[in-house]
């Protein structure tokens, strides 16, 4: 399996902009199918964003089309969720998360490598 470490979340204020990467290390990331959840205290994970072994597929959830961008270097072995007009309602700690495939983005089990997560915090 792949080993997956987050990095670059933190405090922000509403409007504010972010850059949150996932890191692999132990396999090529090119191999995997990769996304971003998020999760707050009490709820279940959440899908936000996915993209294919070669980016030409994306997918995001409706609750941040037009804010984030998920893209991958699988040179550098990382993948990236930009943010934007974040607003408080994105608090959630981040994951990235592999998959040789999926059938459906949001699908939990379709993911066999997950990573600690980055908390990020949006302020009003």
């Known amino acids: 399996q792949v080993r997956l470490v987050e990095s670059g979340g933190g405090p922000v204020q509403t409007g504010d902009s972010l850059r949150l990467s996932c890191a692999a290390s132990?396999?090529?990331?090119?191999?995997?199918?990769m996304a971003w959840f998020r999760q707050t205290p009490g709820k279940e994970r959440e899908f936000v964003a996915g993209?294919?072994?070669?980016?030409?597929?994306?997918d995001y959830a409706d609750s941040v089309k037009g804010r984030f961008t998920i893209s991958r270097d699988n040179a550098k072995n990382t993948v990236y969720l930009q943010m934007s007009v974040l607003k408080p309602e994105d608090t959630a700690v981040y994951s990235c998360?592999?998959?040789?495939?999926?059938?459906?983005?949001?699908?939990?089990?379709?993911?066999?490598?997950w990573g600690q997560g980055t908390q990020v915090t949006v302020s009003s």
């Open positions: 132990g396999r090529a990331l090119s191999t995997y199918v």
């Open positions: 998360a592999a998959a040789p495939m999926v059938d459906n983005w949001p699908r939990l089990s379709n993911y066999e490598s």
């Open positions: 993209i294919s072994r070669t980016s030409q597929i994306t």
